[in-house]
């Protein structure tokens, strides 16, 4: 029994004897790579000596890397037929040896293959597929070939392809049944943490492998469709025979029902569904490859008299079939929700809820190391929500710094701390002259984590809201940038101070985690007038270039919003584009304004909304100036259509 390199057959352990845990994986993987006669790593290199190390370790493995004995046929024989056509065989003896021994053969195949043909994918290949040795043995990480998929023999490269990249998903399964058990056999949280992260890694690593082993033009797919039949293999030949994955599937299984999964916590119970997610939208994304999108697979052809599933719709089953033993119950605090950005789920290493600044500051002081991403309310739909950019990050929750320090009308600012959100900040404005500059999301955001997102208000946008910053440094001191009231000498707001400005060195940016803020309150005008306007999709340019004269010549304020239709549903408006023109002032101001504006619009792509739809809102709590008497008024020249309610 030998680990034929020369015609790239695999030996693999039986999933059945797989070891418990990766460390001695890892520990055979160390032992085999003192013992080879040339460094792995120069091999997985693209230096002078690279392929010639490649060739020798290559023709080294076959006679060193033999230590099982021939398994026995299984009692499944489609299972002996899947590996037989991917050229895999089976062993049984020491599997940790076994396990380590195919994933160096395969780093080799695999790199050999992809110097030798290129690739087709933009992606970097190489860090994900090909980083698993360094990363489980902390090695030199391979480097990025970038090779345009070029092979002398287009249909041999993709033959050869198929039967590498299965090799190396299969290796990547026993990988993952291996760290899946080593989840269940955590003994505390720091141990299941680190098992988690290791699982991740080596679901996103196979996804890659899932990837590569689609990666040559996907009208060749037909050239390997067609060796997949009998008598070759058998009727209905399909991934489901893979005994590395059913192992997987049954060790997920176990994860659920041994209760697992729903001890975790959130985070990492969130992170091991997403990570296993990647893996199934990468198979997802190889049957859509290869035509699966209308066209049926292998065992579908064979079973489905009648029932007409595409690859992709089988695909997508299998997926969330698999995903449910993975599926935490319900009761998920909130930090664990998901990223509504569907970005890779992070290992969060702990989520901290200080509820004070000399909390925040006591807690950066003894970081020893530990790395933060803040959150305010952590609301960043979109654009990852609560999810640090990194792994092992502790978050940051500052929802209980909900604090309105201090609120002054008459001078027009606010103290405010994180977890203020604007629909309390607004409610506590309800009746006053002034208000908040109030973004289109929800009520339920954070000022201060809008401001430093540097997000757009209704009226301006949010940075130039900010006059000051109360701020934790990262050395823990406590420090104050920008305009700050002092009660011994009240002056107006004046957010530039004297110097130099600091204020915005601190906005979408990680150099402080910010306690509290001075924010600037608008005047409230007498009357806010919404006009919507609708356009078809083809007149876009032209809309765009008409309201952008509009708000140049001051008829409307620079900040009029657009809809595209998929968001302009919400609003109740069907395949259209939408503008809302947010009109301010005095209520004959704003009634002038909206006939003004109604009238330009006569003639061009922009279509009033019914009036029935315009949103007024007078504002109790605005000084009202006094009304010009109803001579003075101009007079409004009817239009199609005439506002519902004046203001
Ligand atoms: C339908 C809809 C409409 C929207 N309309 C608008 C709109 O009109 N204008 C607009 O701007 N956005 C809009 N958004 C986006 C959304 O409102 C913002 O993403 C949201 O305000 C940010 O979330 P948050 O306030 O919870 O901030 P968080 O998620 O808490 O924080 C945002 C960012 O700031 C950092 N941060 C937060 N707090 C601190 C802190 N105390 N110290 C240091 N760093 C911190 C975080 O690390 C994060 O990167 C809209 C979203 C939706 C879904």
Known sequence: MSTDISR??????????????????????????????????????????????????????????????????????????????????????????????????????????LVRHGSTLDADPESMLLGVTSYLTDGKQPPVLDVPWAPADPVAAAHHRWQVGHQRFFVM??????????????????????????????????????????????ELYDEIRVTMVPPTV????????????NELVAQFRTLKRSGTVDRLAPESATALHAAVREMYDAHIWVCDRFGGGSGLSLLMEHTSAGKQESGVASAVKLARQRLTHLRQEPGTPPTARPDAGRFRQRIIADVLRPDTPERVAE???????????????????????????????????????????????????????????????????????????????????????????????????????????????????????????????????????????????????????????????????????????????????????LLRTWTAQGLVPPNTKIFNPVAARAHGIADQHLVHVCLTGTRDLVSTLSHLVTRAAYGTPLSPAPAST?????????????????????????????PRGDC
């Open 363 to 545: 807690l950066i002081r003894s970081a020893n190391g530990r790395r933060f991403h803040p959150v305010s309310t952590g609301y960043n739909w979109g654009l990852g929500s609560r999810q640090p950019v990194e792994d092992g990050v502790t978050v940051l929750d500052l929802a209980g710094l909900n604090r309105i320090r201090a609120v002054d009308t008459r001078r027009g600012y606010a103290v405010i701390e994180p977890g203020v959100i604007q629909g309390a900040l607004a409610r506590r404005l309800d009746g006053t002259d002034r208000m908040l500059n109030l973004t289109g999301a929800s009520q339920h955001t954070s000022v201060i984590g809008n401001i430093l997102d540097r997000g757009v208000g209704l009226h301006r946008p949010r940075v130039d809201d900010l006059a000051g910053l109360e701020l934790v440094l990262a050395d823990g001191s406590q420090v104050r940038t920008g305009w700050w009231p002092d009660a011994g000498q009240p002056a107006a707001v004046w957010p530039h101070g004297r110097g130099p400005a600091l204020n915005q060195l601190f906005t979408q940016s990680d150099l402080a985690v910010v306690t509290a803020a001075t924010i600037r309150l608008l005047p409230r005008p007498e009357a806010i007038r919404i006009l919507p306007f609708t356009f078809r999709a083809e007149a876009l340019g032209e809309a765009v270039d």
């Open 234 to 245: 058998n009727v209905g030949f399909s991934g489901l025979q893979t005994r590395d994955h």
């Open 8 to 113: 790239a057959t695999l030996v693999l352990p039986l999933p059945s004897e797989l070891p418990q845990t990766t460390t001695t994986v890892v520990a055979h993987l160390e032992k085999i790579l003192r013992r080879m006669p040339r460094d792995h790593a120069v091999a997985l290199d693209t230096g002078a000596d690279a392929g010639a190390a490649r060739a020798d370790l290559l023709a080294w493995c076959g006679p060193h890397l033999d230590r099982g004995a021939a398994a026995e046929p299984t009692t499944a024989p489609n299972s002996d037929v899947h590996d037989r056509y991917f050229a895999v065989r089976r062993a049984t003896g020491d599997s940790a040896a076994l396990l380590a021994g195919a994933l160096l053969a395969s780093d080799l195949l695999v790199q050999d293959d």
């Open 614 to 642: 315009w949103c007024t809102t007078p504002t109790p709590g605005c000084r009202t100036p006094p009304t010009p008497s109803s001579s003075t008024r101009p007079a409004t020249r009817p239009g199609r259509w005439t």
């Open 173 to 218: 399964l026993q990988l993952l049944a291996v760290a899946v058990r080593q989840v269940r056999r955590a003994t505390d949280v720091a141990g299941e943490n680190e098992a988690v992260r290791l699982f991740a890694w080596l679901c996103r690593s196979s996804a890659h492998a899932m990837r590569y082993a689609a990666d040559f033009p996907a």
